[in-house]
């Protein structure tokens, strides 16, 4: 067995195979172009539009916060700023690839400087930059295909337009060498009620050399193991039980709130940005609205 430790992200567990997300995405070199400023100029552009309007399409294919998420990084991706960094790159006689780089390096420093939320950004940075790469080569980028069977899903990192069409029903739990607790896999996989580790560093490597195998996640402790034994297996398949019987509990309530075990009533209130988390939180049985986020509903209007 090879075991790996990484954060919990979302809780669950799950065993059974696994699927290795490998992005090979073209790297660019500082070679000078041969061809003009005007050229490389309107092929970066033309990439960046086209995966503006890729992440448009999929955000159109979703509801709810990855939605919102897709539409936040399609601006991102269209924001003037990368692309006015990009051309002074491509004046000085670089490809638009290479400018592309180079420019996304300069707001992922930024973005790593500010630390927190704003830090975990860095990613969609990333991301973006690869699918512009992609389109300016004439390739693929590369997909989460269609599984036929539940599975383990295992990558360096995943974006919100990575997990835009996943069938969450066929994905036994997530996995990333990349991220942590508050970037957008562990959101997206909290929301699906997806067991999820993150920061789990060598896990592409140990993934890599374990092609075939099973996997076993226990997102509990952040516990990744290949090739588990007959006795992790049990051990796994009793923490899936008790989830099952945790989720399946009949929770005691009054009129006034949620009915602890010696008797006292404690009212659960959610904390609402949008009209839609109203809907959410009655169908989960809030007793009210704790923290109302006014300043979504200012930021949501034109």
Not at 179 to 204: D, E, F, K, L, Y
Request: net charge negative.
């Amino acid at each position: 067995m090879t075991t790996l430790s990484g954060i919990p992200a979302s809780s669950g567990a799950a065993v059974g195979p696994f699927f290795l997300l490998n992005t090979n995405i073209p790297v660019p070199t500082g070679q000078p172009s041969h061809q003009s400023f005007e050229a490389e100029g309107h092929a970066l552009n033309l990439a960046i539009k086209n995966v503006g309007l890729d992440l448009e399409a999929r955000a159109a294919r979703t509801t709810g916060e990855l939605q919102e998420i897709l539409l936040a990084t399609a601006e991102i991706a269209t924001d003037p700023a990368i692309a006015e960094e990009a051309a002074g790159f491509i004046a000085s006689g670089h490809t638009a690839s290479y400018a592309m780089v180079k420019a996304t390096e300069v707001f992922q420093e930024l973005l790593a400087a500010s630390g927190g939320y704003l830090a975990e950004r860095v990613s969609d940075v990333a991301n973006i930059r690869d699918r512009v790469l992609c389109e300016i080569a004439g390739i693929p980028y590369p997909e989460i295909p269609h599984f036929d069977v539940p599975t383990v899903l295992i990558a360096q990192d995943l974006s919100p337009a990575d997990t835009a069409d996943l069938e969450t029903d066929k994905i036994l739990a997530i996995v990333t060498a990349g991220g942590g607790p508050t970037s957008h896999t562990a959101i997206i996989a909290r929301s699906n009620g997806i067991a999820a580790i993150v920061a789990c560093a060598g896990v592409v490597e140990a993934a890599s050399n374990n092609l075939g195998a099973s996997v076993a996640i226990d997102s509990t402790n952040g516990r990744v193991t290949f090739n588990p034994d007959s006795e992790l297996r049990a051990e796994i398949a009793n923490i899936i039980e008790k989830i099952k019987q945790r989720k399946s509990r009949i929770i005691n309530r009054s009129d006034e709130g949620y009915v602890t075990t010696d008797g006292k009533v404690i009212p659960i209130y959610a904390n609402v940005g949008r009209l839609e988390d109203t809907t959410a939180a009655v169908k989960l049985g809030a007793d009210g609205v704790g923290l109302l986020r006014t300043e979504l509903l200012y930021l949501d209007r034109n």
